[in-house]
């Protein structure tokens, strides 16, 4: 597509309930991210894959949180009995190259408009 | 590690007159540095960014930034701002395996007319 996709774009849950929010990156992107928004914040990483490969997930603040990549094109973020804390703005993001090293470069991010999960 | 700090949290201009954001940064490494700007629902638009090329930096709708090392800032500046320009503006760092970013809290600019 023409660019990054997520939906849902908003999403109310009670608390306890499971969510899941799905990120179509652009066709034939390798790298994938998923940052969270909380309000009035900047982004903060949560997970990076490159194709169906988790290379870090040191941002996702809970085991109640997962994502998966299994074909290596569209992404999925599960959150498990969700908490009011988890209520954010879910950001995915993709670009084309494979990372090898440190200091890689600026290699720019495509970010799609965001899922607004909202916990009651 | 990499990390940033928006000095302002909210600038107010008026039309046609200047702005400027703040931004100093930390990195362990040769750092890679962006601004983007988010409009009320919609996704993160890349302004610019900073690669160990040229210093001074121009991006796009007229903004420039200058990477100072001695001073560790990346501050972003337009010479007259447009109504349109109202939004928030993240500055970033990047560096290391992976590409992770570290953002700023961001600055809400209001643009007066």
């Known amino acids: 597509g023409a660019g990054v996709s997520q939906s849902p774009r908003y999403k109310v849950a009670k608390r306890g309930q499971d969510v899941a929010l799905r990120c179509d990156p652009i066709?034939?992107?390798?790298?994938l991210f998923w940052y969270q928004q909380a309000l009035g914040q900047g982004p903060e990483f949560l997970t990076y894959f490159q194709n169906e490969a988790q290379l870090d997930k040191s941002g996702l603040p809970s085991d109640r949180f997962f994502a998966e990549r299994p074909e290596g094109s569209v992404s999925t973020l599960k959150i498990q009995r969700t908490q009011q804390e988890d209520s954010a703005v879910y950001l995915c993001?993709?670009?084309?190259?494979?990372?090898?090293?440190?200091?890689?470069?600026?290699?720019?991010?495509?970010f799609g408009a965001g899922s607004r999960l909202t916990v009651l | 590690a990499q990390s940033v700090t928006q000095l302002d949290s909210h600038v107010s201009v008026s039309e046609g007159t200047p702005v400027l954001l703040r931004c100093n940064y930390s990195s362990s490494y040769s750092p890679s540095l962006f601004w983007y700007v988010q409009h009320p629902n919609k996704g993160l638009q890349l302004l610019l960014k900073y690669t160990s090329a040229a210093t001074l930096v121009k991006g796009i709708n007229g903004f420039e930034a200058e990477f100072k090392k001695s001073e560790t800032s990346f501050h972003l500046t337009k010479p007259s701002a447009h109504m349109s320009d109202a939004a928030e503006y993240f500055c970033v760092v990047s560096g290391g395996y992976g590409n992770k970013l570290v953002f700023g809290a961001g600055t809400i600019l209001r643009v007066k007319s």
């Open positions: 066709s034939g992107h390798v790298s």
């Open positions: 993001a993709s670009m084309p190259l494979l990372l090898l090293a440190a200091g890689s470069g600026a290699n720019v991010l495509t």
